[in-house]
């Protein structure tokens, strides 16, 4: 009896832990998925210990360790060179997976498998990716009949994009948006406005939310000085049009003129020599 309840208490059920809730992975950074499973007293055997990280949709293995170290024979191509364990935390029950330089494809569901002295057991966490919207280059080009703004940027997922005039009212709906997806996996957003003389504010602003990461960009810009100095220049223009045409009409009326008085002293001067013969 003594015996069945010293093994009752020394007896330790065997469990893989992973987390319940999503992981997102940045871009080009890396990430740790989270796996622990039961010890006891803290010391198991690594020598017995096997743990397997796959991913559970497609399969494919993305790390192994058994018999003391990682194996890497079959680990698929998509994983070579940026995963490893915490080596020191094996024997506190750490099976943790670090991936570096995450890319798009890396999302998915995982599965952290361990076997060891104890027993053996399974857990699975879902990955999803994403990447920070860089600083957005801006473009501005003046036409006749009024003005386009262009913002350029990328990332993961689309983002949310808006504009607002000086007043803070939405004219999202007078904008274009597109969005191409690169090899990398990112998004290119090109997003475009076009204001009319008619409608033209002083200021303006362009919005983009990344709700995955928490990112908001908001860039504001004028449009008075631009605006001014283009009307100046449209003034100056009609200025010097007018001044020129009217230089070349003084010019051409004065060589008429001149042309006109020969001519008339040519006809006076031949009457003349006709009646002194």
């Known amino acids: 009896m003594l015996l069945l309840i010293y093994f009752c208490l020394f007896t330790v059920e065997f469990k893989v832990h992973t987390l319940d809730t999503v992981v997102t992975a940045v871009y080009g950074q890396y990430v740790v998925l989270r796996c622990s499973f039961t010890v006891q007293h803290g010391s198991p055997s690594l020598e017995r210990l096997v743990i397997n990280w796959q991913r559970a949709d497609t399969e494919d293995v993305v790390y192994s360790y058994y018999y003391g170290k990682e194996q890497l024979s079959h680990q698929s191509p998509q994983y ?68 386009v703004f262009r913002f350029e940027s990328q990332g993961y997922p689309r983002a949310s994009v808006s504009w607002h005039n000086g007043e803070n009212e939405d004219i999202s709906t007078q904008s274009e948006t597109y969005y191409q997806q690169s090899d990398n996996g990112l998004y290119s957003l090109h997003s475009i406005l076009e204001i009319t003389d008619a409608s033209r504010s002083s200021n303006y602003t362009f ?71």
């Open 80 to 147: 070579s060179g940026r995963t490893s364990l915490f080596m020191e935390e094996l024997k506190r029950g750490n099976a943790s997976l670090k991936l570096d330089q995450v890319k798009s494809e890396d999302a998915g569901l995982y599965k952290c498998f361990v076997s060891g002295a104890l027993g053996s057991g399974w857990g699975t966490m879902s990955l999803i990716f994403a990447a920070y919207y860089k600083e957005p280059d801006f473009y501005i080009q003046l036409q006749p009949s009024g003005t």
């Open 207 to 277: 919005k983009l939310t990344n709700d995955v990461l928490h990112q908001s960009v908001s860039r504001t810009f004028g449009l008075s000085v631009e605006t001014e100095t283009a009307e100046v220049c449209t003034r100056n223009r009609w200025s010097i049009t007018f001044s020129l045409l009217l230089t070349e009409f003084i010019i051409i009326l004065i060589l008429v003129t001149v042309v006109y008085q020969k001519h008339l002293q040519l006809k006076i001067e031949q009457k003349q020599f006709c009646c002194v013969k």
